[in-house]
């Protein structure tokens, strides 16, 4: 076994295969596996697997093409291959630039030169003005058509890359987003640092599990998180409204217009990092300005939130549609769109 084969991943699968279509499998021996590899179980079939520790460091991490899996059963992680395919259905081909997390001029669109367009990377940010947008895949079904520290989420179609402004509420779709501050995860593999800092998977309230990266004060967290010490040997960055995604009511966490119901949609203001829901007013907003109650929005938040209630009354807002109750802050002698963003 060469040395190109084994970063390559041509020794993922050396051992558990049958000699005749139809015959009996032979039992997978761990001595015949090549350096780095062990009989483990995936999906019925046990054969030699690469082991790994992690998706960040190259040195304990998986050749382009697989990702290091904790599949909880015991067993030491190992790599899996992703199920991300190019148009002609192969396995995507490593280059130097522009794939997983690449940075991409968010100005430049969706098509963009900084990524590899020829293999279906597109760039992905909230803005034709996102310093951190960074070339993706569009329209994965599974968190293994992505790449390492990668999950499969919804999105809001707009704003996006190509517009500022906010399109239909409800229209959603699935990309392939870096695992940071209340992405999914089933175990700490799973969350790459973010910043330099460590992630860990944790569950919230309600026993949904998230990555929450370690944080020496508040301070270091976004704005709707606090930093405390859940047990895991290090404090994290946790919501403030304890859970990451709601049950859809105004002023619950969100990630996407589908969390909050049919009259819903998921917003944020412009000085915080926070997604809450908006609930549709059954009447118009009655002042544009006003920041109290305004059409038929209710007077009470979910429990814990200490925002206000605005009816937004105007349609020049980027990300918040009009007509919409909304959670509102002060910032000093203004306000901004949030429901658990402290005044400040």
């Known amino acids: 076994m060469t040395i190109v084969a084994l970063l390559s991943g041509a020794a993922l699968a050396a051992c558990g295969t049958t000699s005749e279509p139809g015959s009996p499998a032979a039992a997978c021996d761990s001595s015949k596996c090549a350096p780095g590899n062990t009989c483990l179980p995936l999906n019925g079939e046990t ?166 990266p370690e944080c020496e004060s508040t301070q270091n967290c976004p704005n709707e998180a606090r930093c405390v010490d859940v047990g895991v040997g290090a404090k994290v960055c946790y919501p403030r409204a304890n859970v990451c995604v709601g049950d859809g009511s105004l002023c619950s966490p969100c990630r996407v217009d589908t969390d909050c119901g049919e009259d819903g949609a998921c917003v944020k203001g412009q000085y915080t990092t926070e997604k809450a829901c908006a609930k549709k007013s059954t009447s118009p907003c009655l002042d544009e300005n006003d920041k109290q109650t305004g059409g038929s929005c209710p007077r009470e938040l979910t429990e814990g939130s200490k925002a206000s209630i605005g009816c937004v009354g105007t349609d020049e807002l980027e990300e918040v549609p009009k007509d919409y109750c909304v959670g509102v802050y002060s910032i000093g002698s203004s306000a901004d769109i949030g429901c658990w963003t402290p005044e400040r």
């Open 47 to 212: 054969k030699c697997r690469r082991t790994c520790s992690s998706n960040a460091d190259p040195a304990t991490s998986c050749p382009f093409g697989y990702t290091c899996t904790d599949t909880l059963t015991g067993a030491p992680p190992f790599c899996v291959q992703s199920t991300a395919l190019r148009e002609d259905g192969q396995p995507l081909e490593k280059k130097e630039s522009g794939q997983w997390g690449a940075s991409c001029a968010a100005n430049l669109g969706f098509e963009n030169p900084q990524c590899d367009t020829e293999q279906g990377f597109r760039c992905y940010g909230g803005s034709p003005t996102d310093g951190d947008a960074y070339c993706t895949r569009y329209f994965c079904e599974q968190d293994s058509d992505c790449g390492p520290g990668f999950w499969c989420g919804k999105i809001n179609r707009t704003p996006n890359v190509a517009s500022a402004k906010r399109g239909p509420v409800g229209e959603v779709l699935n990309v392939c987003l870096r695992r940071t501050y209340c992405s999914t995860c089933n175990v700490d593999l799973d969350c790459n640092p973010v910043a330099g800092k460590p992630q860990h998977c944790i569950e919230d309230t309600s026993g949904a599990k998230f990555c929450a």
